[in-house]
């Protein structure tokens, strides 16, 4: 907690500016944060509403802490015998949120389209679903068509059928808190940023994957 200055007396405000420390009790850990801030004042005793003669204010302070939503693949879609060059049927899977609760972990859209790679296609349907609960699904649909014949197997990245859905995000319309500490960054849209590309970043990105 941090103040500007002191007050001297009559009718004055003073902006008082609350940060969250990186350990275990602060930003530290995901989770519902609640506190409560003493302020004292330390003026001398001996005039009335100074010292110990004012009595100690509480502020209570809250917050939500979440880390980002690892997102994966359900169970593998089995295409089974299929004719070269030919459409299979579609078989569902899921893209499922993991453990995380809505006061752990960050709120993503799984929405309509598709994203394709090695010959499958994998489509949502039916609407956006926000996931933002422990365990929760949005159900897609696999469907494969395979230039050379063989066995396979593999993945395909299904990030573009994801979209931030954090609409809570404490800071100023337009802005994310790293922008309010004075970052200069591409975009506000954090769920752009985990996507941006590996050149103009230094973190390695991971994308939510269905399997086949």
């Known amino acids: 907690m941090t103040a500007g200055a002191s007050i001297v007396g009559g009718n004055v405000t003073e902006v008082i500016t609350f940060n969250l420390q990186n350990?275990?009790?602060?930003?530290?850990?995901?989770?519902?944060?609640?506190?409560?801030?003493?302020?004292?004042?330390?003026?001398?005793?001996?005039?009335?509403?100074?010292?110990?003669?004012?009595?100690?204010?509480?502020?209570?302070?809250?917050?939500?802490?979440?880390?980002?939503?690892?997102?994966?693949?359900?169970?593998?879609?089995?295409?089974?015998?299929?004719?070269?060059?030919?459409?299979?049927?579609?078989?569902?899977?899921?893209?499922?949120?993991?453990s995380a609760g809505d006061n752990n972990a960050t709120r993503v859209n799984v929405n309509n389209g598709s994203a394709s790679s090695g010959g499958v296609t994998v489509t949502r349907t039916g609407g956006t679903v926000l996931i933002d609960t422990a365990n929760e699904t949005a159900t897609v649909g696999v469907v494969g068509n395979f230039s050379t014949v063989g066995a396979k197997s593999g993945s395909v990245n299904a990030a573009s059928l994801l979209t931030n859905g954090e609409t809570a995000i404490t800071g100023r319309r337009g802005q994310c808190p790293y922008e309010l500490l004075g970052l200069r960054l591409p975009t506000s849209d954090?769920?752009?940023?985990?996507?941006?590309?590996?050149a103009n970043s230094t973190q390695e990105l991971s994308s939510s994957e269905v399997a086949i």
């Not at 275990?24 to 330390?42: C, W």
């Open 23 to 98: 350990n275990a009790n602060g930003s530290a850990s995901s989770g519902a944060k609640s506190y409560t801030v003493v302020v004292d004042n330390t003026a001398p005793d001996g005039n009335t509403g100074t010292g110990s003669n004012d009595p100690n204010k509480s502020i209570s302070v809250s917050a939500v802490v979440v880390a980002d939503r690892d997102l994966t693949g359900g169970a593998t879609a089995t295409l089974g015998r299929v004719l070269l060059s030919t459409n299979t049927g579609s078989v569902n899977t899921t893209i499922e949120g993991g």
């Open 190 to 198: 954090w769920w752009q940023l985990l996507h941006t590309s590996l």
